[in-house]
């Protein structure tokens, strides 16, 4: 299949590219020598990758026999976590998160894994691994298992590059239900709530396929995972099933946040509907009274009275003043 052309680089796509034996980094390896360290006896190649060209990825794929179909994949990105078998290899899509101005922004890695080799590839909004090839490298009783503890090491670096962007929206969250309470939701408030809960459902979508990958690669006979590394991948498992709950937490507290200040907005409302109606019903009284007193009819009561005109306006406050301590006493003024 012939893949359609795509940018030169502007930047250096090889972030590290090294070989290692029992557990320790013997040698910073080329690319194009990468698959002659491979195929040593009890040597494995760690190459990592930042949205590399063509022919960096069909170079890759010369060293160690990957598959056309996953290289296609790894070459566009755009794809969802999954995990797929070809052959004796395995490849693998992961999503990664982090927030910018307070807006999610995904990235997106790609692992190749086989006897011998593991090759990730970046795309996007991602930290670079570094931390995760230093940790590895500072426990060689694990790392020389090889290439499946590598892969448990970046899916869990993945899975717990999400806390601190779950713990930033939680703050966000708790932010906007503090002025959802105190006050009326306006135009800013309700596009963030808006744009939180988008993230939130771009986020869920993104961290939940997660569970049947680590569920794959735990329970099923895959290629290259010994059993020995199999519950490190539960371990990843659980991590994962507490950030879908607490995307699942903040997007319901978000939801009755919203729900809450409606709530809260109406009771408002009809705070305000019965105090105009109090004063409504108040001011109908003088209104009334003055309309039945100007319509200059000859005979009226009163009308020649002397003490007619105070007596009425006495009759008014009276009247208004009754009114009034009734509504203040039933609580609608």
Known sequence: MTLPPSPVPTHNPVMASAAYCDGRRIADVPVAEAGAWAGKDGHFVWIGLWEPDEALLMEVKRQFGLHELAVEDALHAHQRPKVEVYGDSLFMVLRTARLEREVL????????????????????????????RARAESAPHL????????????????????????????????????????????????????????????????????????????????????????????????????????????REVLSFAFETSMILAAARQNDVTRKLAAWAAILAVPTAIAGLYGMNFEHMPELHWRYGYPAVLAAIAAVCAGLYIRFRRTGWL
């Open 105 to 132: 922004v995904l990235g997106e890695t790609h692992v190749f894994a086989g006897r011998g080799y593991v090759v990730t590839v970046r795309h996007g909004a991602s930290t670079s691994y570094s931390p995760v």
């Open 143 to 250: 790392l020389k298992h090889g290439e499946d503890f590598v892969v448990y090491t970046v899916m869990d670096y993945v899975v717990d590059c999400y806390a601190p962007v779950l713990d930033q929206m939680a703050a966000m969250v708790e932010e906007l239900d503090t002025l959802m309470i105190a006050r009326p939701p306006g135009t800013a408030e309700i596009e963030r709530i808006h744009q939180l809960r988008r993230d939130l459902e771009r986020l869920r979508r993104n961290a939940l396929p997660l569970l049947e990958v680590c569920s794959r690669l735990e329970r099923f006979d895959l290629p290259m995972i010994d059993p020995a590394i199999r519950p490190y991948y539960r371990d990843v498992q659980d991590h994962v099933i507490r950030v879908n709950e607490q995307i699942a937490s903040l």
